[in-house]
């Protein structure tokens, strides 16, 4: 089965390659060629742009960063609505605002082709491992004929419902719980340092009562301090958190806890920290200690 894959960045790249390993037929495309050179020494087939891409293929997966991003390679003269043919899938893994996935499944269905959102759960060495978490969303015939494919990225597929943005809305939902956990983490883990404390003493405990691959992880990386290289950039996670206030306001539902964290993201950018690992909240806290 042929498959067209467009955005491979960190997340991206690993999951096409899955594909090639599960024995895919891997059509690619990045804004970046140069990203696409291990891909094509393992098979895939790049094309130029992503209307090639769509038309080569009835399923496209779309890994990109933001709105603008999906916007521009969607919506453009030589995007993928431009060439997907008649009854195909358009998968959207990225995490996107509400509005953008609603419109989306409207501009698909006026071209009588379908939009499914498969957002992803879980960091790039996850992505390597096939063991991300899905949560799918789509018209249940469209869910349908990508689960197969979607296996083969992933340990667990939550199936939503039956409207695209559904699933971007749990996604938001979940990415902005990690967020407050990475606030009252390092809040916490800030307070205990200061009463002398070491952080990997306190995390032990943490971990012990908190038994969870989100405290685990992220409470590791920020008692090593390994900010870099990044896998989740500290402006895509203030990106998030925007969408979770954007969404929350949208049905007027509380979120003050946004507004703290977004406040204090948006510090760690001013101070330099927007191309580190997320968990560099706990620097921005430092600062203004």
């Not at 953008?100 to 501009?107: D, G």
């Not at 491992?129 to 083969?152: D, F, K, N, S, Y």
């Not at 979770?244 to 948006?266: C, F, N, R, T």
């Amino acid at each position: 089965m042929k498959v067209s894959f467009i955005g491979l960045g960190n997340m991206g790249l690993p999951m096409a390659q899955n594909l090639l390993k599960a024995g895919y037929d891997v059509v690619i495309f990045n804004r970046t060629p140069e990203k696409a050179e291990p891909l094509i020494k393992q098979g895939a087939r790049y094309v130029q742009t992503p209307l090639e891409a769509a038309k080569e293929s009835n399923l496209v997966i779309t890994m990109l960063s933001d709105d603008a991003a999906l916007r521009e390679i969607v919506e453009g003269p030589t995007g993928v609505l431009n060439g997907l043919s008649e009854n195909g899938i358009h998968v959207s893994a990225s995490t996107i605002s509400v509005d953008l996935a609603r419109k989306l499944s409207a501009l698909h269905a006026e071209r009588h082709q379908h939009f499914v959102s498969a957002t992803v759960m879980g960091r790039p060495d996850a992505a390597k491992a096939a063991t991300l978490r899905i949560i799918l969303a789509g018209p249940e015939h469209a869910r349908q004929r990508v689960l197969p494919m979607l296996t083969a990225l992933s340990q667990e597929i939550f199936e939503i419902g039956d409207h695209g943005e559904e699933g971007n809305i749990v996604k938001i939902g979940v990415n902005f719980l990690i967020a407050s956990m990475l606030e009252a983490l390092s809040e916490a883990q800030l307070m205990v340092e200061k009463h002398g404390i070491k952080p990997s003493r306190y995390m032990d405990v943490v971990n012990a009562l908190f038994q969870s691959p989100v405290y685990q992880n992220y409470g590791a990386i920020m008692t090593e301090q390994r900010f870099e290289p990044a896998g989740f950039k500290m402006k895509l996670g203030l990106k998030d958190v925007a969408l979770a206030i954007e969404a929350a306001k949208s049905v007027q539902a509380p979120l003050p806890l946004g507004q703290l964290i977004h406040q204090h993201l948006s510090e760690g950018i001013t101070h330099g920290y927007g191309e580190l690992d997320w968990t560099a909240l706990i620097r921005c806290l430092k600062h203004s200690s």
